[in-house]
């Protein structure tokens, strides 16, 4: 591509631009206001579990289809009227209710058990007049890892057929319950609600500036904080007040997300944005790079080791990253990117994960792989399935948030979790409602208060299917 065309594209190019803007926000419009009581974010336990049926009417319809959140697969039974659909929780949970979605092959009849075992059950609910659509059922609390519907009575000639089996207990959202692991977290969402975040760029001294702000405007804390390692003297000098800052959010409730914009591995850990963060290796430095043993390949190995320090300390502290290693992949001006197929960037992509992982020995991290809406060529950047957990897009071309993108995340991702890594302008709450699989969207710091106005930040923050801070369950 053109370096010169994408570089106006790029909105990390205000580094140097704006820091007080976020700041006198917050003298501007610094009372608090108070935020409505919202929904609680509800966290359906079944999503991508491990399904177990009587029959399937086809291999196109199997159990699966009905735990993936996606509203237009289903599970469908052989036609026949004794069959029943067993989700695996994986553990014991509190379970307290279940949904199901008919499709127009619906039970007439049908139970709820429950078991601990898989071979003793209880009936917590019984159904002989039922009539299809949307079934959410109420119980008391029980304790269950398998939770199984049977149906012995059929309302059609057909079998039956769920698009969902959803399934909720007392770990769901608004901070109640038992822990839950992030990843398991955004995967249950996944089709229902997104959490709001906001990235903290530098100055590193002030790694919640712009959480701040958006508390000040909105009287909710964002579901999500970012932070960034950084180039600068005065940012590499507070990386651990970074660190620190990225504790204090996981405890106070939040979800962490860390980036690295730092200097090619030519140079040393301090160093500029132009020249240092936007700049270029030769084919041959590449190569270099992504070789072992090659001369900056241990050069980069030697700075993973220092980042693995900061993300040791954090994982002995019990907080679980969100790391996006490699910022915008398909953004060709800066020195990791650009680079398609399978000895591009994503070479260098699978090459820190396995170092971070099986060298320093690394288990907090929930890798995000990471592109921006430059094209939709997406999959020629891909490091593996095997290498990341979520998918995110940085949105940025005027635009926006079109179907060909959100179809083109899923097409990539398939059952998992999507988000909206950066943006400038976000999405409203209807956006979201028709986009439902956007796990967790994140507003880039100044640009979040200069293309969004207080009442918008305020009604999308308020909304029921966005998740702030105080919404969030207990994590792992």
């Known amino acids: 591509m053109n370096d010169s065309v994408s570089t106006a594209r790029v909105p990390e190019l205000r580094f140097r631009r704006g820091l007080f803007v976020a700041l006198a926000a917050v003298l501007l419009f610094g009372g608090l ?3 409505p009581p919202k929904a609680e974010a509800a966290v359906n336990l079944a999503y991508g579990r491990p399904v177990t049926v009587s029959s399937s009417e086809s291999s196109a319809y199997g159990g699966q289809y009905a735990v993936d959140a996606n ?15 067993i989700v695996d929780l994986g553990s014991v949970q509190t379970v307290t209710s279940v949904r199901l979605a008919w499709e127009a092959a619906y039970a007439r009849g049908y139970q709820i058990q429950t078991s601990t075992n898989n071979t003793t059950w209880t009936t917590v609910y019984s159904n002989y007049n039922g009539t299809g659509g949307s079934d959410t059922i109420n119980f008391a609390a029980t304790q269950a890892r398998y939770v199984k519907m049977y149906a012995f009575q059929r309302a059609t000639a057909y079998g039956y057929s769920l698009y969902e089996f959803e399934i909720y207990g007392s770990s769901s959202g ?5 822990p839950i692991g992030v990843l398991q977290y955004l995967q249950s969402i996944s089709g229902s609600r997104t959490v709001v975040g906001i990235h903290n760029r530098e100055p590193n001294a002030q790694p919640a500036l712009q959480t701040n702000t958006v508390f000040g405007i909105t009287g909710r804390y964002p579901g999500l904080w970012s932070g960034d390692f950084l180039f600068s003297q005065s940012d590499v000098n507070n990386r651990w007040n970074m660190i620190y800052e990225a504790k204090r959010q996981w405890d106070n409730g939040a979800l962490v997300n860390i980036m690295m914009h730092v200097t090619n591995p030519k140079q040393g850990e ?5 020249g240092g963060v936007v700049s270029s290796l030769t084919n041959a430095e590449w190569n270099s790079l992504i070789t072992n043993g090659g001369t900056l390949n241990t050069a980069w190995k030697q700075r993973l080791d220092t980042y693995a320090v900061y993300l040791q300390y954090l994982e002995d502290n019990g907080v679980t990253v969100l790391f996006r290693p490699f910022h915008e992949m398909n953004q060709g001006v800066f020195w990791w990117a650009g680079r398609s197929g399978p000895n591009g960037t994503a070479a260098l992509y699978r090459l820190t994960h396995d170092y971070l992982e099986n060298v320093k020995g690394l288990s907090n991290l929930v890798w995000v792989w990471n592109m921006q809406d430059l094209d939709l060529n997406w999959s020629a950047y891909n490091p593996g399935n095997n290498y990341w957990d979520v998918f995110s897009v940085d949105i940025y071309n005027p635009d926006g948030f079109t179907t060909a993108k959100y179809n083109a995340a899923l097409g990539v991702a398939g059952n998992k979790p999507i988000a909206i890594g950066e943006c400038a302008v976000l999405p409203t709450a209807s956006q979201l409602l028709a986009q439902p699989r956007w796990t967790f969207v994140m507003s880039w710091a100044e640009l979040t ?18 998740i702030t801070r105080d919404e969030l369950p207990t994590f792992l």
């Open 33 to 35: 206001l108070l935020a």
């Open 71 to 85: 509203g237009n697969t289903r599970w469908a039974s052989a036609w026949s009227d004794q069959q029943y659909i």
């Open 174 to 178: 608004g901070g109640g319950g038992g």
């Open 270 to 274: 301090v160093g500029s944005w132009d």
């Open 449 to 466: 208060f200069q293309n969004n106005s207080n009442a918008q930040l305020q009604a999308l923050y308020n909304a029921s299917n966005v």
